[in-house]
Antibody, heavy 122, light 106 residues
Framework: EVQLLESGGNLIQPGGSLRLSCAASGFTFTTYVMAWVRQAPGKGLEWVSTISDTGFSTYYADSVKGRFTISRDNSKNTLSLEMNSLRADDTAVYYC???????????????WGQGTMVSVSS | DIQMTQSPSTLSASVGERVTITCRASRGINKWLAWYQQKPGKAPKLLIQ???SLESGVSSRFSGSGSGTEFTLTINTLQPEDFATYYC????????FGPGTKVEVK
C-alpha cells in the first residue's frame, strides 16, 4: 500500500527540541522530492521544508530557517524533521508529503501522511 | 517570495450549485499551480496540478483553469462531500499555500 506514516509528535516546552519521522512505503522513495507541511489549530496550511530526492538540496520557509533541519535516509525510506528552539507558534499538526513526479523539483504534493501533533507549551 | 491571494475566503453555497474560487499570484507562475481539498481533521488531498490537470480518481465536477497570475477552481453541481476548505499552491519557486477558501452550506 502506498502510504506515509508520521511519528514523533509530542508536548514539548518552549526552547526544546523534537525529531519527527515519516516512514514511506509502496513507492520508490529514492526518486521523489519529499516535504513537511504544518497546520496550526484552526489555521491554514503552511509549507515548512522540502528535500530533493538525493537529499543534497533542502529548502525552508523563513519561519523555520536556522531552527529546523530536514533530512532523509533513502536506505530506510524515511524522512525526518529535526526541530530546535521550538516556540509556541510552532504548535501544529505536521504532515509529510510526497512530490508528484519522479526526479522532478517543480512538483505538487500528491500523497500525504495522517499528520503528527506537536504542541509547544510550558 | 510569490504571494498568493484567494477569494472569497468563505463561500456559502447549496448542493447543485456551481462555485468558483480564484487564486491570484503576485507575479507570473506559468502553469505551476495546484489545488487541494481539505476536510476537518483530515490530510489535504491533491485535486489538480499544472493549473488544469485533474488528478486520477478526482471527480470531473472539479476543473481548473488559468496561467500566469490568475487561476480558478470550479466545482460544477456541488455535492454534499464537496463542503470543505480549498487551498491553492504555487510550486514554481517554493511551495507556500494560499490562505484557503472555506466552502460552507448556505
Amino acid at each position: 500500500e502506498v502510504q506515509l506514516l508520521e511519528s514523533g509528535g509530542n508536548l514539548i516546552q518552549p526552547g526544546g527540541s523534537l525529531r519527527l519521522s515519516c516512514a514511506a512505503s509502496g513507492f520508490t522513495f529514492t526518486t521523489y522530492v519529499m516535504a513537511w507541511v504544518r497546520q496550526a489549530p484552526g489555521k491554514g496550511l503552511e509549507w515548512v521544508s522540502t528535500i530533493s530526492d538525493t537529499g543534497f538540496s533542502t529548502y525552508y520557509a523563513d519561519s523555520v530557517k536556522g531552527r529546523f533541519t530536514i533530512s532523509r535516509d533513502n536506505s530506510k525510506n524515511t524522512l525526518s524533521l529535526e526541530m530546535n528552539s521550538l516556540r509556541a507558534d510552532d504548535t501544529a499538526v505536521y504532515y509529510c508529503a510526497k512530490g508528484s513526479l519522479p526526479r522532478g523539483f517543480i512538483v505538487a504534493f500528491d500523497l500525504w501522511g495522517q499528520g503528527t501533533m506537536v504542541s509547544v507549551s510550558s | 517570495d510569490i504571494q498568493m491571494t484567494q477569494s472569497p475566503s468563505t463561500l456559502s453555497a447549496s448542493v447543485g450549485e456551481r462555485v468558483t474560487i480564484t487564486c491570484r499570484a503576485s507575479r507570473g507562475i506559468n502553469k505551476w499551480l495546484a489545488w487541494y481539498q481539505q476536510k476537518p481533521g483530515k490530510a489535504p488531498k491533491l485535486l489538480i496540478q499544472e493549473a488544469s490537470s485533474l488528478e486520477s480518481g478526482v471527480s470531473s465536477r472539479f476543473s481548473g483553469s488559468g496561467s500566469g497570475t490568475e487561476f480558478t477552481l470550479t466545482i460544477n453541481t456541488l455535492q454534499p462531500e464537496d463542503f470543505a476548505t480549498y487551498y491553492c499552491q504555487p510550486y514554481s519557486e517554493n511551495w507556500m499555500f494560499g490562505p484557503g477558501t472555506k466552502v460552507e452550506v448556505k
